[in-house]
């Protein structure tokens, strides 16, 4: 797993069984490295459905319209201090780049620390691990 930047085995089996996520490989401009990282939806999509239609290549534009791109990060709340374990948009990512600001404002985002409740700047979707909050 050496060439797949931000890949974490551990994460990778906390998120295996995401029901708001799954995990996509991607490359920036040559094949290597593959960057690790999710397609993320807030709107309820039932991906169980989702994963069917992959298997029977019968997918299309609309199965990934509520979705965004985003990727593992650590932060420090601003704030608290707080290292936060995240999922945050990539908002550098090709994929989706046109309708990125309307995905942006669809999808609920996680805004606040979960510590201490300040305001967070980035535009996460999900916290992980050990200040993991439902
Ligand atoms: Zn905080």
């Given at each position: 797993?050496?060439?797949i930047v931000g890949f974490d085995f551990f994460e990778d089996q906390e998120l295996q069984e995401h029901p708001r996520l799954r995990r996509i ?110």
């Open positions: 797993m050496g060439d490989l991607t490359t920036l401009v040559r094949p290597k490295p593959l960057f690790y990282g999710v397609l993320h939806w807030s709107d309820g999509s039932v991906l169980l459905e989702l994963d069917r239609k992959v298997l029977q290549s019968i997918v299309d534009d609309d199965d990934f319209a509520g979705a965004v791109v985003a990727e593992p990060r650590t932060i420090i709340c601003p704030d608290c201090q707080a290292q936060l374990r995240v999922l945050a948009v990539d908002t550098g990512q090709a994929i989706f780049s046109s309708t990125l600001a309307e995905r942006l404002r669809k999808h609920e985002l996680k805004a606040f620390c979960p510590i201490c409740g300040a305001p967070l700047r980035l535009p996460i979707v999900e916290f992980l691990g050990p200040t993991l909050v439902p």
